[in-house]
């Protein structure tokens, strides 16, 4: 598997890896996949009992993996899994508000699953996302 190139990024990330015994992000080519990133503080593991500040974190959480990665961020993202416990009206709204100010020039595509859990305690969310690297920029069309 030497195609294969494995990341994780310092402090809570090496913390969970060595924990669970995986990586935040591998890289195949010219594509990131991530694991899933939940909304923690990336040096000390805290989660914020906001929603809204929890979602934001997971969001720049996905951004480190990538980035670790040698990955852009989300401009490079085409695909997005949301794990949630609840799906309520509130987190709907901080979703899309969400994901607009994080992929403000495209709609990467979107599977949002309920979970019975989460891996950490006290995550509410999880985003798992796969990335094209040879994507310099990316495009929106809509058909309607």
Not at 95 to 120: F, G, N, Q
């Amino acid at each position: 598997m030497a195609h294969l190139q494995y990341f994780t990024y310092p402090d809570f990330g090496v913390v969970l890896g060595d924990q669970s015994y995986y990586s935040q992000a591998v890289r195949i080519g010219d594509r990131i996949e991530c694991s899933g990133q939940g909304g923690w503080d990336p040096t000390s593991g805290e989660i914020s009992t906001d929603l809204a500040a929890e979602v934001e974190r997971a969001f720049a959480n996905v951004e480190l993996a990538l980035k670790t990665a040698g990955g852009q961020g989300w401009s490079q993202v085409y695909k997005v899994n949301l794990f949630y416990l609840e799906l309520t009206e509130e987190l709907g709204s901080v979703w899309r508000e969400t994901m607009a100010k994080w992929c403000p020039d495209h709609r990467p595509i979107l599977t949002a699953t309920a979970a019975a859990s989460l891996a950490v305690p006290g995550m509410h969310v999880e985003i798992e996302v796969a990335a094209d690297l040879a994507a310099g920029g990316t495009s929106q069309s809509t058909i309607r």
